[in-house]
């Protein structure tokens, strides 16, 4: 079982910063791919950002320019800093993983959700 533990949520003011952390722990042989979905009051869950064991980084168009990914290998982390916060970024936020446990099986990984709530 991998597990997801997320840190960094809050409330912040608009055009403030919070940086998010998400930590994997548990028996695995690799991460692929880390990455951060929100869900917004009464919309669906969405994709925020990814990034690859490669450094390789993905972006909605939303939050490009504003957010930043990145990762830790050795330490099985991956960070969200987001800038210049606006209310609709207000949302839970899920850290996702993804990788193999042993060769030919694969793993997807859920967090249990932070909220970031971006408001005067």
């Known amino acids: 079982q991998v597990v997801l533990v997320e840190s960094g949520g809050g409330l912040v003011q608009p055009g403030g910063s919070l940086r998010l952390s998400c930590a994997a722990s548990?028996?695995?042989?690799?991460?692929?791919?880390m990455g951060w979905y929100r869900q917004g009051p009464g919309k669906q869950r969405e994709l925020v950002a990814t990034?690859?064991?490669?450094?390789?980084?993905n972006y909605a168009v939303s939050v490009k320019g504003r957010f930043t990914i990145s990762g830790d290998n050795a330490k099985n982390t991956v960070f969200l800093q987001m800038n210049s916060l606006e209310p609709e970024d207000t949302a839970a936020y899920y850290c996702?993983?993804?990788?193999?446990?042993?060769?030919?099986?694969?793993?997807?990984?859920w967090g249990q959700g932070i909220q970031v709530i971006v408001s005067s």
């Open positions: 996702n993983a993804d990788g193999v446990i042993i060769v030919g099986t694969r793993f997807t990984s």
């Open positions: 548990g028996r695995f042989f690799s991460i692929n791919t």
């Open positions: 990034i690859t064991r490669d450094g390789f980084t």
